[in-house]
């Protein structure tokens, strides 16, 4: 926990940043690209907010109303980031995009040196400001902060993998509970390509005097960032319906149980996620003929602490005994 809320507190301060610097990048240039990075911005921004506020919830103590706890609370605010956050962050970005590459003659607002108009607000940069400069500045510093941000995230999620015995980030990806490290890294990794994207346009629109390259920057931010909210949105509904550990995992789980001296049967075995690394298992066995209450108490002491050996994600372990 301590871990991703460091991440998470890490990607605010950087995000909030970045939006304020690519918002007067687009105020003293007009850039469309610089708007549609702006949006990813406030919307990366929001997402840390969100965050904060899932770790915080998903901290309180089990009650009676929810006897297993709030973990949950951080998949739900992650899903609310994908679908509010993202998806109109990205929506607004392709929006924009689309209706300066549409328009006749398209925007260019750098090269016509005239006033940039946003919602209510309306700027004329100075006259001896060089825009394409300006917008360089801002994204170069936009990407030493989101680099800072990847570095902390991806450093948590090795911590992870390393602690799981994960080969890669795609396994990584698959099987982690911890949403909040996970949308953390992936949000910095597509921050840095909408950089890239953005910088890519500004530099061909630089070379060849067309703007149309920055708008089509702004298009593809726009599809990258919906296409993100996706993904996210699917991680988390897994989660939120309640899947189990992976099928490896599963098996050697369930193995480790059959395994045990007393056990004949296994009528019923079952895992999932209440929270992030917060792992229930419920099982029904059938223990061996003849035993006592107490040699059964015992057997089940015994497979309890064999499953939290094998994973230490397992909090919680509720063993049915059976009769055959």
């Known amino acids: 926990m301590a871990g991703s809320k460091s991440v998470v507190l890490a990607a605010l301060v950087a995000n909030g940043a970045i939006a304020v610097l690519k918002f007067f990048g687009f105020l003293l240039t007009g850039s469309a690209a610089m708007l549609s990075e702006t949006y990813h911005s406030i919307s990366d921004t929001g997402n840390q907010v969100f965050l904060l506020i899932g770790i915080r919830f998903s901290g309180r103590e089990a ?3 929810h006897p297993f706890g709030y973990g949950k609370a951080q ?8 679908v509010f956050l993202f998806g109109i962050a990205g929506w607004e970005s392709l929006k924009h995009g689309y209706s300066e590459l549409t328009a006749a003659g398209g925007h260019g607002g750098e090269a016509a040196g005239g006033a940039v108009e946003f919602l209510f607000i309306s700027f004329t940069p100075p006259t001896w400001l060089d825009p394409l400069w300006v917008n360089y500045s801002v994204l170069l510093g936009a990407f030493a902060f989101e680099t800072w941000a990847l570095y902390k995230a991806r450093a ?21 509970s911890d949403v909040t490290t996970l ?24 070379m060849t005097g067309n703007a149309v390259y920055d708008q089509i920057s702004a ?4 599809i990258m960032l919906m296409g993100f909210a996706l993904a996210l949105a699917w991680e988390n509904k897994r989660l939120i319906l309640g899947e189990s550990l992976p099928a490896d995992v599963g098996r050697e789980l369930r193995a480790a149980v059959a395994d045990h001296e007393h056990v004949t049967d296994i009528v019923d075995f079952r895992t999932v996620y209440f929270g992030p690394n917060e792992v229930v298992v419920s099982a029904d066995l059938i223990f061996t003929d003849g035993l006592e209450t107490a040699e059964i108490d015992d057997a089940i002491t015994a497979i309890e602490d064999s499953l939290k050996a094998i994973n230490g994600d397992i909090r919680k372990v509720y063993i049915e005994p059976e009769t055959a």
């Not at 993998?161 to 982690?176: C, I, L």
Request: proline share 0%; charged share 25%; aromatic share 14%.
């Open 63 to 65: 009650d009676r109303q």
């Open 219 to 222: 298009v593809l931010i726009g």
């Open 183 to 206: 949308t953390a890294l992936t949000e910095d990794t597509i921050a840095l390509a909408g950089i890239v994207i953005a910088l890519t346009g500004l530099f061909l629109e630089q």
């Open 156 to 176: 948590e999620m090795r911590r992870q993998m390393k602690r799981n015995d994960w080969s890669s980030y795609r396994e990584a990806f698959r099987k982690t």
């Open 75 to 82: 998949f739900f605010y992650s899903f609310l980031v994908s």
